[in-house]
């Protein structure tokens, strides 16, 4: 009776520890942080990959501790979305627009002005210093997120279906230059010196083919992607906007990271935003040389002749009226 007794209980306690094996996979994922991501991004954009170099550069600094999730395509949340749903806590990590966050910080608007960033090494360090830190701290308090790190979005600039002598605002009059159907993107063509023309991305290339539209202005990557090409015979390279963003955790999944954790997910940030700079300016510089191949101009004005021009006349408008005294000085001056 004893020796069934031992039996039975060296049996219990076999399947008891194979139980708990089963289980311990679970158990551990359960107690991982979980990091979900939602961009608008497509699988080939490097806005895209970045997110791969994030997660891998967690899985190296803090192997087990996080489970990133990815979610391209606009799948989880639509663009424009995520930070309502990072503040809910519905979101943990997004790329957000100077766009999204002026919209609740005003003051952040001046990054969506023409010529007030000069170029990717000077946007990193507007953000990466003094002054990204203090625009950063009110974000985090107005939006309830906390931006990470700086990532390239692009340069814009200015193509045209007929070739002109372009070297400061007066020779865009007359332009009919297309730009995206919202009052800030219409006052950006204006201070340009083109006549401002809203029209939908997806209708701009047969608007160049027929002449509804004079120009357009995007990236370089963009204008390749979208083939305008095709239907223009001049690039001009204005670099009027050096755009970007920002890429950012919730308030309430940041606040929940130990020390260390905060490290090692600032450090997978900058690594992310990193490898997108790097990869998207090396792009942007071949792609001069492909747009000249197509039988393109590529030419380059005075661009100190169009920053004095654009930054007076936003300067003297409404919009600057919400920029925090002396900002657009103190980013002017920043080197």
Request: aromatic share 8%.
């Amino acid at each position: 009776m004893l020796t069934f007794s031992l039996r039975r209980s060296g049996l219990l306690a076999a399947c008891a520890a194979l139980w708990m094996a089963a289980l311990l996979p679970t158990a551990q994922a359960q107690g991982k942080v979980v990091l979900r991501i939602s961009t608008p991004a497509v699988p080939d954009d490097w806005h895209a990959k970045m997110w791969t170099v994030f997660k891998d550069s967690l899985e190296k600094s803090a192997p087990g501790e996080f489970d990133v999730q990815i979610n391209l395509n606009a799948s989880l949340f639509k663009q424009g979305t995520e930070p309502a749903a990072m503040a809910r806590g519905n979101l943990e990590l997004t790329s957000v627009s100077a766009f999204d966050i002026a919209k609740l910080v005003p003051e952040f608007s001046v990054f969506t002005a023409g010529y007030v960033v000069r170029d990717p090494a000077h946007q990193q360090k507007v953000f990466n210093g003094p002054i990204g830190a203090a625009l950063f701290k009110t974000v985090s308090e107005k939006m309830d997120v906390t931006p990470l790190a700086t990532a390239y979005l692009g340069t814009r600039q200015i193509n045209l279906r007929e070739v002109r002598n372009v070297k400061t605002p007066a020779d865009l009059k007359g332009v009919k230059l297309r730009m995206p159907a919202s009052k800030e993107w219409l006052f950006l063509g204006e201070a340009l010196g083109a006549t401002a023309t809203p029209l939908a991305f997806g209708e701009v290339y047969l608007g160049l083919k027929t002449g509804t539209i004079d120009g357009q202005d995007n990236p370089l990557p963009s204008v390749r992607a979208a083939k305008f090409y095709e239907v223009t015979r001049q690039i001009v390279m204005t670099g009027h906007l050096v755009d970007g963003v920002f890429i950012a955790i919730s308030n309430k999944a940041w606040n929940a990271l130990n020390a260390a954790q905060k490290q090692k997910v600032k450090a997978a940030a900058d690594a992310a935003a990193s490898y997108n700079n790097d990869n998207r300016i090396q792009e942007e510089r071949q792609l001069v040389a492909f747009f000249r191949a197509q039988g393109l101009q590529v030419t380059t004005p005075d661009v100190e002749a169009f920053r004095q021009s654009v930054q007076k006349t936003y300067l003297n408008s409404d919009y600057a009226r919400v920029w925090g005294k002396g900002l657009l000085e103190r980013i002017n001056a920043t080197r």
